[in-house]
């Protein structure tokens, strides 16, 4: 079992950042990949963002690319997501997930670990 709890979220105005934190614990070594989901109130949960374990790859959504960056620090088992320009439409539930497969995945339903996620609101 992998244990997520995100952190960080919280309410910004239009243009403003946040960072969020995703911890991972217990078999942190058999998650090969971690993503950021949201969801907004009415919507189904969307795929943001996914790193592989050596960093050998990073995956952007259309909607983050140019504004959010991905990372995760392995020694910390934390993976964090930094969200810059943010606009109204960003606000969500925001849920680290992470996955045992190999590879890229966007869909919620290839992830096997999943935190409780962090509320991101964005005030114009």
């Known amino acids: 079992q992998v244990q997520l709890v995100e952190s960080g979220g919280g309410l910004v105005q239009a243009g403003g950042s946040l960072r969020l934190s995703c911890a991972a614990s217990?078999?942190?070594?058999?998650?090969?990949?971690f993503g950021w989901f949201r969801q907004a109130p009415g919507k189904e949960r969307e795929f943001v963002t996914a790193?592989?374990?050596?960093?050998?790859?990073?995956d952007y959504a259309d909607a983050g690319k140019g504004r959010f960056t991905i990372s995760r620090d392995n020694a910390e088992n934390t993976v964090y997501l930094q969200m810059n320009s943010l606009k109204p439409e960003d606000t969500a539930v925001y849920y680290c997930?992470?996955?045992?497969?190999?590879?890229?995945?966007?869909?919620?339903?290839?992830?096997?670990?999943w935190g409780q996620g962090t509320q991101v609101t964005v005030s114009s």
């Open positions: 997930a992470a996955r045992t497969g190999v590879g890229n995945a966007r869909s919620p339903y290839q992830y096997d670990y």
């Open positions: 790193i592989s374990r050596g960093r050998v790859f990073t």
């Open positions: 217990g078999r942190t070594f058999s998650s090969n990949t």
